[in-house]
C-alpha cells in the first residue's frame, strides 16, 4: 500500500535539519522503498524547509511506522510531528 507520511520540523530548527542532511540523504539512497514521492516541505514563500515529506510503497502502516523509526531527521528528534495515512494514487484521471 502507499503510504503517506508528512513530518513537520519543530520550530527554530533549521540548524539540525542542515547538519543532519547529508546522513539523511544517504540513508534514503540505501533504505528507499518503492514511492511515488519525497521531498521537501517548504514555506508558503517556496523558499525555507518545514518539514518532509513521503509517499512511499509499504505492506502496511505498521511496517512505514518502523522504517522512519531509523531516519535520520527522525532519530535527530527534528520533527514536531509525524502523520502517516494509507492513500492512493488516482492521477492520471481518464
Request: charged share 25%; glycine share 8%; proline share 7%.
Amino acid at each position: 500500500m502507499l503510504v503517506a507520511i508528512m513530518c513537520l520540523d519543530k520550530p527554530n530548527h533549521l540548524d539540525l535539519r542542515m547538519a543532519t542532511r547529508p546522513a539523511h540523504l544517504e540513508w534514503l539512497k540505501a533504505n528507499m522503498p518503492t514511492g511515488e514521492y519525497v521531498g521537501p516541505l517548504l514555506g508558503d514563500d517556496g523558499e525555507g524547509f518545514q518539514g518532509s515529506l513521503y509517499i512511499l510503497e509499504f505492506e502496511s502502516v505498521a511496517a512505514a511506522r518502523g522504517w522512519i523509526k531509523d531516519e535520520p531527521y527522525y532519530k535527530a528528534d527534528l520533527f514536531e510531528s509525524v502523520i502517516m495515512r494509507p492513500s492512493r494514487n488516482i492521477l492520471p484521471m481518464g
